[in-house]
């Protein structure tokens, strides 16, 4: 079984520039999550999607943030005119359809996207 | 918001040696989660959980979740060196329809071990 696929793993852009980060889920996971990494932090929630449905994104920056989970293909985290507070690791993650009763469903990480702003 | 502290920050332990580690919360966890971090990867999980005074083990490594549900630790014996990495303790708190996937994370405690 695949695990989380995430590309590119590095991702150089220069200020102004577009960064576009993709996730593949685990076979059989539906719901999808984006964290970000600064330098030595933890990871911090962005935005969590299910297919084509944004479900809470109260983590993401309201501005040139924006992610999308289409029907068909990978999930998109995009980056519009970055900036190099924008530098940071990237990560997905998956799970599957929520158990009952409220309790927390595992999410498995991807490997990553390390983005670098000149 | 809700955060969690780590201590120690970083270690640095000869091979063999027990090492432990723990987290606190000013707010209460349901859940507690130990991930293990290695350079260039995503986390890992290790251990989970789920209820206040457990204590769980996945080989040498052993966690407990705090009575108070403020606080775990991780201990890992007779470390090696592939023991080396980023641990990482973190909680899911609430999201949207009552369904706990927004996880919290500390900021890690970074273990050397020297062979």
């Known amino acids: 079984n695949a695990g989380v696929m995430q590309n590119p793993r590095h991702l150089v852009r220069r200020r102004g520039q577009e960064a576009r980060l993709r996730c593949s889920p685990m076979?059989?996971?539906?719901?999808v999550y984006w964290y970000r990494q600064l330098p030595e932090e933890g990871l911090k929630f962005m935005v969590y999607l299910q297919k084509e449905n944004i479900i809470d994104e109260s983590g993401m920056p309201k501005e040139r943030f924006s992610a999308e989970f289409p029907k068909e293909g990978p999930s998109i985290l995009r980056i519009q005119q970055v900036v190099r507070g924008d530098s940071a690791a990237y990560f997905c993650a998956s799970s599957r359809r929520f158990l009952a009763g409220g309790s927390y469903n595992e999410q498995f990480f991807g490997p990553g996207t390390r983005l670098t702003v000149l | 918001g809700q955060q969690l502290n780590q201590s120690p920050q970083s270690m640095f332990i000869q091979e063999g040696e027990d090492v432990s580690m723990n987290c606190t919360s000013s707010s209460i966890f349901n859940t507690w989660l130990w991930y293990k971090q290695d350079p260039g990867e995503g986390p890992v999980l290790l251990i989970a959980?789920?209820?206040?005074?457990e204590l769980t083990s996945n080989g040498r490594l052993t966690a407990q979740f705090g009575i108070t549900r403020k606080d775990s630790f991780l201990n890992i014996s007779a470390s090696i060196p592939s023991d080396v990495g980023i641990y990482f303790c973190a909680g899911p708190r609430g999201g949207s329809g009552g369904s706990n996937y927004k996880l919290t994370f500390g900021k890690g405690t970074l273990l050397t071990v020297n062979p």
């Open positions: 076979k059989g996971h539906s719901h």
């Open positions: 959980l789920y209820k206040a005074g």
